[in-house]
């Protein structure tokens, strides 16, 4: 009786927070799934610096002076030094258990383990580093992000769920509800997290209730300077345009807020989840399918975001191959694509590509000065434009 009684509650409990669907017949036996991870477990918040280690899951990089960062999967950043761009080495391992994003200003990192907002003074790596923190600053909810997917259910007796992990599950009783306009489809993003701004001394970012902005007047002791409540809300991703702090949310709105107050400072009302924005300029914009979320797309699309009209036009397109990623130097973009390295002038009314290195599959790349990093399937690659912005020209290879 009691079991049957456990059973209830739990199915109960799944279909309030988690709103299961019951249209769809369950599948039963052992199915691909969530497991949560709970914040009872303290190795959760041991952040190290450590030896330098094999490149296994290579995903984003960042720059910092001489130094590119590469993220390694879910659990921190390679260190990596450019004094030397012919002759790059690997200075050690920052160990950041449950790692998802980052932001750099100046010589201060600023990052997520699991929940946690941390800070770590980039010049002063060692095994006996100070790490700030602010804990708790994301939410995460009691069902992963995958629309559609099974997931153990929630034993809150073992702790705050600070994200979830892949898993078969036996069985499975609590299920997320598949709607349209729901949010990641494909489980690639576990926790509930868009990313982190950081600008003119001032950090933000949204969790599950709120819109945050700090001050870094303190840069080690962020400070809650506004809060602006988004409850209910799903967002996609936040980045700076027209230096306001835009916001893309699931449903297809693009809100602008000053920078100062987090005041409304406009919208937009078509843009999409599908992609991913990147800002040049006063009303120009520059997109790229958002792999994440849908279907993978190979074209560079330019839009614009006047200021008197509330939607978002596009005014060209462009054929460029799967691209991770996108940066501006003058007026060059520098595309990371399944096809290489694609160069694009966007000097005119509509971007023009204007070279291609064929020389590997790129998924992300940086600009520091007149250096670009790409991160490809086997190693960072360093190109200089100072020569030739059209062609770059090779620096060196990093095998990972």
Known sequence: MTRLLLTYVLLATCCMLAACDNDQPWQRGEIDGYAPIYSADPMLKQISFQSPRKTVNGGKLFTAGTNVLQEEADSGLHIISYQDPAHPVKTGFLRIPGFQVAAIEGDYLYANNYNDLIIISLKALSTNMTVGRLAD?????????????????????????????????????????????????????????????????????????????????????????????????????????????????????????????????????????????????????????????????????????????????RSGELEVGITGGLVQSGQYLYLASDIGLVTVNIAGPTPVKVGQLNDGRYQDIVVNGNLLFLHGREQVVCYSIATSPVSPTLISKLPY
């Open 137 to 313: 600053v994301w939410k995460q909810p009691d069902y992963p992000v995958e629309a559609g997917a099974y997931f153990e259910c929630v034993d809150h007796s073992k702790g705050v769920v600070v994200g979830w992990r892949r898993a078969k599950i036996k069985n499975p009783q609590c299920r997320r509800q598949q709607l349209i306009g729901d949010g990641p489809g494909d489980g690639e993003n576990t926790r509930n997290n868009p990313g982190l701004v950081v600008s003119n001394g001032k950090l933000y970012l949204v969790n599950l209730d709120f819109v945050m902005m700090y001050s870094l007047v303190s840069p080690m002791q962020p400070v809650i300077a506004e809060a602006r409540n988004v409850a209910g809300k799903l967002v996609d991703s936040i980045f700076l345009f027209r230096g306001n702090l835009a916001i893309i949310w699931y449903n297809g709105f693009l809100d602008l807020y000053d920078t100062a107050r987090l005041d409304d400072a406009g919208y937009y009302n078509s843009a999409s989840e599908c992609e991913k924005y990147f800002s040049v300029g006063d009303t120009i914009a520059y997109a790229i399918p958002n792999r994440y979320n849908c279907n993978q797309g190979t074209y560079l699309t330019q839009y614009e975001l006047r200021r008197d009209t509330n939607a978002i036009i």
